[in-house]
């Protein structure tokens, strides 16, 4: 039998997700997008989006913005997070047995706000501190003044250093010839373990999972294929974030090859894991991801918004 995707399936519980667009992954420039939350809402409006996350890096600061413009769009505003935390995977081979890295959690639909945003607040310091370490770096790799590039890094996140991110620095870099294309900047030193990589001290994967829960939220897996991990690790990785308690994952990206999408598909199903559909949207800063473009479901798979809305 050939391998489809369908719309969402109606379930008892979602009868009214049926044909709503959703798009539960974005960012805004309380992170690292361009378009502030006003701007962002707007966006959605005009690509006819009915169901929204803002969903920004360690950060909670652009949601009272967003609520509002959104009640006055008439879109229902999902709240949001994009949690950085630590985890170990294990299982590889000689000096690969053990893997560090960071991966990315989202946070939906939690309702305690004063528990979640205190404990991000460590985060949110210690990734302006890995920003600015990442820009000494960048300087003595390439022999340009550090002041120069930070504040020039720090335009970029509106002049707030704990919002700096890696996608901020590629930008100065793409503009200062530095690379050739943002990717690039990635690939030869902001990537993980590349040379001008600066891990960011946060909670650990299961943590995360647990903060959410105690927050009122679902945990969801961000973009579980972009981690620069095997095929054998992502599925570990998605095994792992189920045993932790996570209640979904995110499906790949349309311009992600379809073996891919059928990787995962079949680790969420063997997890019984629900599924959760982003666009992960930046603005100007990754123009190749659009608001709106997400993967449809599968048959079979459940919308982690489901348990949200009903």
Known sequence: MPYSLTEITPTQNAQSLCYKRIDLHSHSTCSDGSNTPTQLLQKANEANIDIFALTDHDTLAGIPEARAVAE??????????????????????????????????????????????????????SRGNR?????????????????????????????????????????????????????????????????????????????????????GGKAVLAHP???????????????????????????????????????VDRSIAEHGLQVSTGSDFHGSSMPWRKLGDVPSLAEGQTLVLEGLLS
């Not at 630590?86 to 959690?105: P, W």
């Not at 994952?249 to 891919?260: A, I």
């Open 225 to 263: 294929t972009r981690y620069n991990l095997s095929a054998t690790r992502v599925r570990k990785l998605i095994a792992e974030f189920a045993q932790f308690g996570g209640d979904g994952c995110e499906l790949p990206n349309n311009d992600e090859p379809l073996s891919t999408r059928r990787m």
């Open 72 to 125: 006055e769009l008439g879109i229902t505003l999902i709240n949001g997070v994009e949690i950085s935390c630590q985890h170990t995977l294990t299982g590889g081979y000689g000096k690969n047995k053990a893997k560090d890295k960071i991966i990315h959690v989202l946070g939906l639909g939690f309702t305690d706000f004063t528990e979640m945003n205190e404990t991000l607040t460590h985060i949110q310091v």
């Open 131 to 215: 920003g600015r370490m990442i820009v000494e770096k960048m300087a003595e790799l390439t022999g340009h003044d550090f002041n120069e590039m930070w504040q020039a890094v720090l335009v970029k996140a509106d002049g707030n250093p704990d919002a700096v991110g890696r996608a901020h620095i590629a930008k100065v870099l793409l503009e200062q010839e530095i690379v050739p294309t943002m990717q690039k900047a990635f690939d030869k030193y902001l990537a993980d373990n590349k040379a001008a990589y600066v891990p960011i001290e946060t909670l650990s994967m299961e943590e995360t999972i647990n903060l959410i829960h105690r927050c």
